[in-house]
């Protein structure tokens, strides 16, 4: 029996929402969703993987460090649901005796697509066809109360998640195949626990070849979504499907990049730091990672003196998208464009993204960390739950980061008529 670790924590945040007396309901701790994964074991179905083809880029890819749960290391290892081409996704719209669904289950599943296959096309340039499927088109009753499953924000898989997949398994087999599934989606009643405004109980047990068996095969990626993340400025229609990326994206084998402080180290640049509220894209890393770019859309910063990189805007399909500066075997920068374009709709000022990624730091625990270029500045942004400080991170032509420890510098030469960044990586 695998030893099952869990770091889902509370993640409250404060928000800077200069002039939007409007959106003051949005002072409530907004909490970011929660992982918990468990450790992949041997399990044949490939995970998301950079290929061996990535020759010449040796020091850039970072590997897994041994040990941690949930890594930014490349490869993803095995046990994760693949991420590039067609990907089918069961959705289970669930309720229970104590909080019976309201309205039609298709309209719960309808807050969350097609918005969330839209997403994925979007941030993949088109690798990831995710195709949601719903065989059971109405509210399957649990046998128990929501309350008897003594499901909290941080609730380990035993013994709660366990009895209520087991009930979701046996209330469903009669009319679904989980063995032609790539992963699962529950989404819950909202009416079920409380409100995404006070604790967010979404959470997702990845790589978990010990959940239930059901048609033969293990329910080892499922994504449960609970509540509304509904921020109170009108726009969950707009917004409130962001969850299910960001589970999803466990599913695939990407970490928390919020910390028990929250949104700090990485703010709205990537949705495995922030779901809620605007839109916003994945880091190039992560990109990368789920096979969303090719070895020839990468650069490798490894040898000593000065070099200069054409990058194109990350959100764009085609062209060189990130310049990795490596470290050591567990950490280095990455360097990539963003601007306002395709799901980085929040960007409020476009230019050179830099990024430290560590391979050795635990999901939760900040793996990730965004170079300010201005600050204390308060950022850019009047997004509604958007790390507003980090929102003018990039830096922009003129501007560069400097490493001294390590002898690095990064500058940002300028920006050609299209829209390409020039970056100049100096290693002394
Ligand atoms: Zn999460």
Redesign the pocket.
């Known amino acids: 029996m695998q030893q099952t670790r869990h770091r889902i924590r509370r993640a409250g945040r404060h928000r800077r929402i200069t002039g939007l007396a409007a959106f003051a309901a949005l002072a409530l701790a907004a909490l ?4 918990a994964t468990l450790p992949a074991a041997t399990r044949s179905a490939a995970g998301p993987v950079a290929t061996a083809e990535d020759s010449g880029l040796g020091p850039c890819r970072i590997g897994s460090t041994l040990g941690v749960q949930m890594s930014e290391g490349l490869p993803t290892p095995p046990g994760y649901a693949r991420s590039t081409g067609e990907v089918r996704a069961l959705n289970l719209m669930i309720d229970f005796p104590d909080a019976p669904g309201t309205g039609r289950a298709l309209d719960r599943l309808a807050e969350f697509f097609p918005q969330t296959s839209d997403w994925f096309r979007t941030s993949s340039y088109g690798r990831l066809t995710y195709r949601p499927l719903a065989p059971v088109t109405n509210w399957l009753r649990m046998p128990m109360p929501f309350a008897a499953y003594g499901i909290e924000r941080g609730s380990p898989y035993e013994p709660g998640y366990r009895k209520l997949v087991e009930d979701i398994v046996a209330t469903a087999d009669p009319k679904v195949d989980f063995s032609t599934y790539d992963l699962v989606n529950i989404l819950v009643t909202p009416n079920a626990g409380p409100s995404a405004l006070d604790t967010v109980l979404s959470v ?1 047990f990845s790589g978990n070849d010990e959940a239930p068996i059901a048609d033969g095969v293990p329910l080892a990626n499922t994504s449960f979504v609970y509540s509304r993340q509904d921020d109170g400025s009108g726009s969950y229609t707009e917004t409130g499907y962001r969850v299910l990326p ?2 999803n ?2 599913v695939f084998g990407l970490p ?1 990049l919020y910390t028990a402080e929250g949104g700090g180290a990485v703010g709205h640049w990537d949705i ?1 730091s922030e779901d809620w509220g605007a839109n916003n894209d994945l880091l190039g890393w992560h990109k990368w990672k789920l096979g969303w770019l090719d070895a020839d859309q990468i650069r490798c910063a490894s040898a000593p003196g000065s070099t200069e990189y054409a990058l194109t805007p990350l959100a764009t399909s085609g062209g060189a998208k990130m310049t990795i500066v490596p470290l050591s075997q567990d950490s280095g920068y990455a360097v990539e464009v963003r601007t306002r374009a395709g799901n980085d709709e929040a960007v409020c000022e476009p230019g050179v993204l830099i990024y430290r990624v560590k391979s050795g730091v635990d999901t939760g625990q900040g793996p990730v960390t965004i170079s300010d270029s201005d600050r204390d500045s308060g950022g850019c942004t009047r997004r509604p739950n958007v790390h507003a400080e980090l929102s003018d991170a990039p830096y922009r032509p003129g501007e560069s980061f400097t490493d001294r420890r390590n002898s690095i510098s990064i500058a940002v030469v300028r920006e050609d008529p299209g829209g390409t960044y020039r970056v100049r990586v100096t290693r002394s």
Do not use: F, R
């Open positions: 970011t969703t929660a992982s997702t960001h589970e994206g466990h928390d495995m």
